[in-house]
């Protein structure tokens, strides 16, 4: 990417916290904070916490130019406005744009994007795309996906990002799974999408619900429920119980229907899984059971013609990808 000399203050805006960094050209954080989203104290002061992190990392760099400001935030946002369209975790925001709020103050441009897609974009060119390059493996399309507490995740296309008209595509937690009128609610407000049936929630919700209506034996049964977690279940599962295995077992299902929708219609050569339900995923062995139930759904040998791996660079995806938006931004210039 862009040669130019000088960093970029990134941001990764979650529903718990608001981390910053300094990124250099390399990809490489210099220095990073992180600070709690103050969920619950009104938009202005989410805003105020969120800038006085930013001034905070302009301040470290001292005299070192600074090409940009890349911001990952949590949610559907216009990335042209920087608007928010009903952000799930970061509700307080809705309707506002930060790029609106912080421009005349911050002075550098400031670049927005959905945090799954600009982690899918650093892993593309900095983390799972390039452990592939390095052992001789072109990668032309990544699919990304992050499992946690909700799905998201990205499309990158020859380097480049799948924006969509208003910057929003790749939702890839609501597309549909489960048509049924019974099936479970998602976030969105709709029923049976891949983030209502694999999400780290969906994981635990299903597992207090089984919990709560049989008697059948199983080791979870003593947990506290109020803090059972799918990692707990996903523990349960190694341990051989029923139950868990039961779980599991549906949830690699519908997230197998999930990837082989998306191999259809983006075509990948490599699908990235991060997200903490991934972590469960790699302690268990699962990504080969998960890799053959896909591919056995999928129409060609050439859709097949897949490589699936766990994500390389960890939390600090989204402000990695967020620089290489700003860096890519001053190429187009
Ligand atoms: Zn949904």
Redesign the pocket.
Known sequence: MSSQAGVIVAMDWGGSWARTSVVNHAGELMWTTRVPTPQGTGSENMLRVGEEALLQAISWCQSTPILGIGIAVAGPIDVESGIFYTPPNLLELNGISLIEAWQDRLIYPIHIGNDATLAALAEYHLGAGLCQRKVGRDVKTLLYLTISTGVGGGVIDRGNILLGAHGMAA?I??I?IDTSSSADL???????????LVSGTAIARKTVNALSNRSETTILKDIDITRLSSQDVFTAYSAGDSLSERIINEVISDLARGISDLIHSFNPDLVVLGGGVTVGLSTTNLLGNLKSQISDSLMSERHKDFEIMYAQLGDSSGMIGASLMVQSSLQDI
Do not use: D, P, W
């Open positions: 939702e937690g609501h549909k998602c976030n969105c407000g709709g029923r049976g999408c891949l983030e209502a």
